[in-house]
């Protein structure tokens, strides 16, 4: 009966604590002049501060315990009516993320009020979410730096993979002495890690691609072939790509017919030439016949299939073969908005909507890439007519698709606007499979004093806004802030990564710029070193698997041939 009671009396206690409680901050309130119920909001305002205390305290835990399973990509886009902190009312703006004790920062815009940066940042994080402050800052070189205004983004109500994007008013510190004005423009997003992962390879755009294909171990061998992949950026490889055909793969070729093998190479571009080359560049549907064509060498030849060149070219990024249908619909619904109001955004939808039709036979649903519409088609013929209108075609969807993605999307979906054929012919080739320093090789070529000032220059680098235009087109000039910075670090990244992949099956070249062209001093140290790490990978490969009665046919043979000649 004791516990009953004890409630009880627990409970009325409580109830005159309380009503003391009451009638002493009414007192209070009385001494100190403030009107009834201040004191009561007071209390509930310190109330929700220890809450808030014990939710921070929460989620520092679950950080703490490594319950780190999402990514959050917050992405700056731009800001306007910036505060001028400079002399010439300008500012030199740059902005700082800091999530969860994680900080990043944007590049600085020089002389302006109306920044745009476009760059994204992940982090990784658990729930609950927290707050994202986003500050912008005017770079000072000697003295400190102005603080120009914050946005505080509470992430607690963010749905997994639903998009937050708006403009924001920016504010000042906790102090409010801060002189502030304008607005940010900004998006966040929460993904599933194994998610981000997946989609950074801009592969998404090919939903057939089964990529269990690349990463589980290769089947054993069935046939007596050892078929080679050959991945280039092509133009700035030809001397190279050359060497490869009429000297190293002949002398391999001649090795692997002493064991009874046949050696042959899948080269999806040797013998093209650049005006050729353009329609291999700008029909996307290439790109699905050399993923197929890598698993086929895979599948038929194990462990000796993969050889690729890197330059200074990261290559291009092709118009996606489809779009996931939420992501259509939404790319199609603003351009419908802006319809309204623009004849140029009809004309884009327009021109979305005719070469993009919904396939109900995927699930789920996606959007295609029509093969042809009308007469226009990717696969034209170069020069003719209608390969030229589907040039023209295809830089209008693909500038289309890729800033109203960048408006309406997170950084994690942008990726297929980003990532090149090339560098997802080395992903599935030598990077996503485990057993890659078995089977690849690769050659990076490095160009000593390349100085980008003389037209030819561009043969061998990403310049900017190239998309569209003729490969053999004759620049005038071409000066370093053409080149791409955007593909110049992802190149670097994928150097990197292979790099650390295949560690001794990834040698270095070296030549030299020459002021039109480069240097040919190092293509016989190649050819060498080529025909040497291909023989010692196939003949690794048929000493393993010997072809079965080979040897003794060959005996056989020569033994009749013997009697033949010299009769008994």
Not at 13 to 30: D, H, I, K, L, V
Not at 193 to 206: I, M, Q, W
Not at 562 to 568: K, S
Request: proline share 4%.
């Amino acid at each position: 009966m004791a516990p009953a009671g004890g409630r009880g009396s627990q409970a009325g206690r409580r109830s005159s604590q309380a009503e003391s409680q009451a009638t002493a901050g009414r007192r209070g309130s009385q001494a100190t002049g403030e009107k009834p119920g201040q004191a009561d909001r007071r209390t509930s305002q310190v109330k929700w501060e220890d809450d808030m205390s014990e939710s921070s305290k929460s989620a520092e835990s679950e950080e703490e315990d490594g319950v780190k399973d999402n990514i959050l990509t917050v992405k700056v886009f731009e800001a306007k009516d910036l505060v001028a902190a400079d002399r010439g009312r300008t500012s030199d703006p740059y902005v700082v993320i800091e999530f969860s004790g994680q900080q990043r920062k944007t590049k600085t815009i020089k002389q302006t009020i109306n920044p745009k940066w476009n760059e994204s940042f992940d982090f990784e994080i658990g729930r609950p979410a927290g707050q994202v402050s986003v500050r912008v800052y005017d770079y000072d070189r000697f003295n400190s730096h102005d603080f120009l205004g914050q946005v505080e983004l509470n992430l607690a109500n963010l749905s997994l993979e639903a998009v937050q994007e708006g403009w924001y008013d920016l504010q000042p510190r906790g102090s409010g002495n801060d002189v502030v004005s304008g607005q940010m423009h900004i998006s966040s997003v929460i993904m599933p890690k194994n998610k981000a992962v997946e989609d950074t390879s801009g592969l998404d755009s090919y939903p057939w691609l089964n990529r269990e294909e690349y990463l589980l171990p290769p089947p054993e061998r069935t046939q007596n072939v050892i078929r080679i992949y050959l991945a280039t950026t092509f133009v700035d490889f030809q001397d190279e790509v050359g060497k490869l055909h009429n000297i190293v793969f002949p002398k391999v070729q001649e090795l692997c017919l002493t064991r009874g093998y046949t050696f042959s190479v899948v080269d999806m571009r040797w013998g093209l030439d650049e005006k050729q080359d353009k329609v291999y560049t700008y029909d996307p549907r290439i790109a699905t016949f050399a993923f197929r064509e890598i698993a086929e060498c895979r599948r038929i030849s194990p462990r000796a299939n993969f050889f690729s060149l890197i330059g200074d070219r990261y290559g291009s990024s092709p118009l996606p073969m489809s779009l996931d249908k939420n992501e259509f619909m939404a790319i199609r619904g603003k351009l419908t908005e802006d319809a309204e109001e623009s004849e140029e955004a009809e004309e884009l939808l327009l021109l979305l909507t005719t070469w993009y039709q919904l396939d109900e036979n995927q699930v789920p649903n996606r959007f295609i890439l029509a093969r042809q519409v009308g007469d226009v088609s990717p696969s034209s013929a170069s020069g003719t007519p209608q390969h030229n209108a589907w040039l023209s075609t295809e830089k209008k969807l693909y500038s289309t698709l890729k800033s109203e993605s960048t408006k309406l999307l997170s950084g994690i979906r942008l990726w297929k606007y980003k990532v090149s054929v090339f560098e997802q012919e080395m992903l599935l080739g030598a990077l996503l499979p485990e057993d890659a320093a078995d089977h690849a090789i690769c050659f990076i070529r490095q160009i000593a004093n390349l100085r980008v000032v003389n037209p030819n220059a561009a043969k061998f680098v990403d310049i900017v806004d190239r998309r569209g235009n003729m490969l053999q087109d004759n620049y005038k000039e071409v000066r370093p802030n053409m080149i791409d910075d955007e593909r110049r670090n992802r190149l670097a990244d994928l150097k990197q990564k292979t790099t650390a992949k295949l560690k001794d099956r990834c040698q270095t070249l070296l030549t030299q710029w020459l002021g039109w062209t480069i240097g040919s001093d190092h293509l016989s140290e190649f050819s060498a070193e080529a025909e040497r790490m291909l023989s010692e990978v196939a003949l690794r490969e048929m000493e393993a698997h010997p072809r079965v009665g080979f040897l003794q046919r060959e005996v056989a043979v020569h033994a009749a041939r013997q009697r033949l000649a010299w009769p008994n």
